[in-house]
């Protein structure tokens, strides 16, 4: 169990750890492929890939004629989920090469299917990244993707039930002034899924839909899954090192960013600290307990064919 890419310096290397293959139940996969019809896709993109989980959890549900390829920017991943594909014997379906999501190193119409996965949270310009997504996706074909509100999550937790409201209320006003920061540095907004489907209608995807993702990652004594056991081990790891959402550098510079005032900090981080060792001591006496809800949004939306030539300045041309 664990992370074996702890402490990393390759981006979202933190979250690549077991918990991430926990993040979807299998029968709502399904149940997006069936509303996306794919069985009919077979070419696939997945942008932003990481070590490739988001591109295998769709690959379970594609057509097994379905061509997966990843890109990322950074080639330590690159190389990382080649070798997880060829390890589980899936090198002919999955490839994965080195690119930037702005600039996309394929044709236009190219792909069925152009997906990613807590990415466009993470771009300075995600309506530069979203065009090149469009523009590789073939007309009629489909882009989907998962991004949450990340700052939902600070008030669906077992312990905000008890904290006294004031404490509560300042990590909220902690977090949310360090998201608007991380955003004015031009590094990604962690709550961006609840604007998504204005970012898709703006660049003309027609047939937007907008699901939940259905997936709680329940922590209950005395975590016997394997599910459980990662989720509480991870908690309890963020704890010892003395990790928040981000790094306590990355914080400052978010905060200070997002109207902070440094006086402020040292307080703030110490209560952010204190809540998480609080959850950690409580894993280590087996008495914590969660629901683990989060607000995670599938937004879809289809490429429009181009117009037929036979339409030209609003009249129809019938054959004589």
Not at 99 to 125: K, M, R, S, Y
Not at 156 to 162: G, R
Not at 253 to 279: P, S
């Amino acid at each position: 169990m664990g992370n074996e890419f702890v402490a990393h310096p390759s981006h979202s290397a933190e979250y690549f750890g077991d918990t991430r293959d926990s993040w979807w139940n299998p029968d709502y996969v399904e149940l997006l492929a069936r509303r996306w019809g794919l069985s009919r896709v077979r070419a696939v993109l997945d942008v932003g890939c990481g070590v490739g989980h988001w591109g295998r959890v769709l690959g379970g549900v594609l057509p097994r004629a379905a061509r997966i390829t990843g890109v990322d920017r950074d080639p330590v991943w690159v190389e990382k989920a080649a070798e997880r594909a060829a390890a589980r014997g899936d090198a002919d379906r999955f490839r994965y090469q080195v690119g930037v999501a702005e600039a996309l190193p394929f044709e236009g119409d190219t792909f069925d299917l152009v997906t990613c996965q807590t990415v466009l949270i993470h771009a300075a310009d995600p309506g530069a990244m979203l065009a090149e997504m469009v523009r590789v996706t073939r007309p009629g074909g489909l882009v989907a993707v998962a991004e949450p509100n990340n700052l939902a999550g600070a008030l669906l937790s077992a312990a905000v039930l008890h904290a006294p409201v004031d404490e509560t209320l300042a990590l909220v006003r902690f977090q949310l002034l360090c998201e608007r920061g991380k955003a004015a540095l031009g590094e990604g907004h962690n709550s961006l899924g609840e604007l998504i489907p204005e970012l898709f209608a703006r660049h003309g995807l027609t047939d937007i839909q907008v699901y939940l993702n259905d997936k709680a990652n329940v922590a209950l004594p005395p975590y016997r899954s394997s599910e459980q056991r990662a989720t509480v081990e991870e908690i309890a790891d963020f704890a010892r090192r003395e990790l928040w959402i981000w790094s306590r550098g990355d914080t400052h510079r978010y905060f200070l960013a997002g109207g902070g005032e440094e006086q402020e900090f040292e307080g703030c981080w110490a209560a952010a600290m204190g809540a998480a060792r609080r959850t950690a001591e409580a894993i280590a006496r087996g008495t914590h307990a969660s629901a683990g809800g989060s607000v995670g949004y599938v937004v879809s939306g289809t490429k429009p064919s181009p117009p037929s030539s036979r339409h030209l300045q609003g009249h129809v041309y019938r054959n004589p």
